[in-house]
């Protein structure tokens, strides 16, 4: 078994009696179920500031191309951070990683709060380095979690995402626009700390199986979380480097849209705050009926490789039909599919990758898929505004269909390493 509920440190013994498996087991639930309840709260902070920031930054002058700067620097400052965070959480244990998470976003929302000069805007993005609560959380359940069911429970967490993005999305549009962004921002910041209360009152301090201990120099060096050959070689397993080509060409075209929505949803919707919020709580509707009630039958019942296939295909005529949408309803009827493939392919790709290596490396791989999305937060914005404002928002869905489709041939012609096995 890959991981432990217990916050005691000793190690799991070979004859343990059926009622202590039973404990055991209520005891991972337990904390499983507070992870998603963290993870739930951690995304409604994060869908309250989307409806203070791209507002406050009209506001102080931004256009479409410097909000483009200002998510990029975002993406460089996670893409940085998510694999150190990794580490830490590995090295240092659950509860000290979502501590760290949970710290850094009330720091986060207190200086958007006092924000109030472009420059106030990046700086306040700063404690975003830290703030990795949905990887830490995924580095929980994927402990405590049997490997053949670890991609439905990992769905769980999409679906905490869904629930989230519904409350968030409402209250922040609410907030905004009748107490306005200093008080939404507050708001964040009382909920990040409630949030690092749950985490110290009910996380363990570590939920993976304890090795034997040493004190020799190198496994010192190992332990540091800056040692970035630890990092790199979880690449050297059969199949990751492969997955996560997948992962960053498949997933920059979506990855430019969600980007760039706020500002689609501005621009080329014309939507204000409250209405923003209400397309956004249908969004979460709908992943909430896709991640809890479609993802996990699928993976209990269909490979991963086949999964990740259906995923990109449909991508691909997601961007076809956004390519041509020119209203919101228009947008909704795409909403679905498109939902679809990202949890699915989200996911998988996620599930993948933490088959192919050791439990003991599981915080380092997911804080290498967090990068991977802070990488395409890095170079979508600046990508996207370019396109968006040279070629209109149809370049953008068209890119998405021709990558995805090509992905799709490559897949389809070279088959796939020993995940099949894996998954088995």
């Known amino acids: 078994m890959s991981g432990r509920g217990e916050a005691t440190e000793e190690p799991p013994t070979a004859s343990v009696s059926p009622q202590a498996n039973v404990t055991d087991q209520q005891k991972r639930t337990k904390i499983i179920y507070i992870v998603y309840l963290i993870a739930a709260l951690d995304i409604t902070w994060m869908f309250l500031q989307f409806s203070v920031t791209p507002y406050l930054a009209k506001k102080l002058g931004f256009d479409t191309l410097w909000f483009g700067y200002l998510q990029t620097t975002v993406g460089v400052i996670q893409l940085l951070g998510g694999p150190m965070f990794g580490r830490f959480g590995d090295i240092f244990g659950a509860r000290a990683a979502l501590s760290l998470a949970c710290c850094a976003s009330v720091v986060f929302f207190l200086l958007l709060a006092i924000a109030n000069h472009p420059a106030m805007l990046f700086v306040h993005k700063l404690p975003t380095v830290f703030m990795h609560v949905l990887p830490a959380s995924q580095m929980v359940v994927t402990d405590l979690s049997e490997p053949e069911k670890r991609a439905d429970a990992l769905s769980k967490i999409g679906l905490c995402f869904a629930v989230g993005m519904i409350i968030g999305s409402t209250l922040g549009g609410h907030l905004n626009r009748r107490y306005g962004e200093t008080f939404t921002a507050c708001f964040g910041a009382v909920g990040s700390a ?231």
């Open 194 to 424: 409630f949030s690092l209360l749950l985490v110290l009152m009910f996380i363990p301090k570590t939920t993976k199986t304890q090795a034997p201990r040493t004190n020799t120099d190198s496994e010192t060096k190992k332990k540091s979380i800056f040692n970035v050959g630890e990092i790199t070689r979880l690449m050297k397993f059969p199949g990751v480097k492969r997955t996560f080509v997948v992962k960053i060409v498949a997933g920059l075209p979506s990855g430019i849209f969600q980007v760039m929505f706020s500002i689609i949803a501005m621009e080329f919707f014309k939507l204000q705050p409250e209405e923003n919020g209400y397309l956004m709580a249908y969004f979460g509707i709908t992943s909430i009926v896709i991640q809890g009630g479609v993802v996990g039958r699928l993976t209990a019942r269909y490979s991963d490789n086949s999964l990740l296939l259906l995923s990109i295909a449909v991508a691909s005529f997601v961007g076809l039909a956004q390519a041509y949408m020119q209203n919101v309803f228009q947008f909704c009827l795409t909403v679905v599919p498109m939902v679809f493939s990202l949890s699915v392919f989200g996911v998988i790709t996620d599930s993948m990758l933490t088959k192919s290596v050791l439990s003991s490396d599981t915080g380092t791989m997911l804080g290498l898929c967090a990068s991977v999305q802070s990488l395409l937060r890095t170079i979508g914005p600046t990508m996207g505004g370019f396109l968006y404002v040279n070629y209109g928002l149809s370049s953008i869905g068209l890119i998405q269909f021709v990558v995805n489709i090509a992905v799709f041939v490559y897949l389809l012609l070279r088959r796939p390493e020993k995940t099949e096995e894996q998954k088995e």
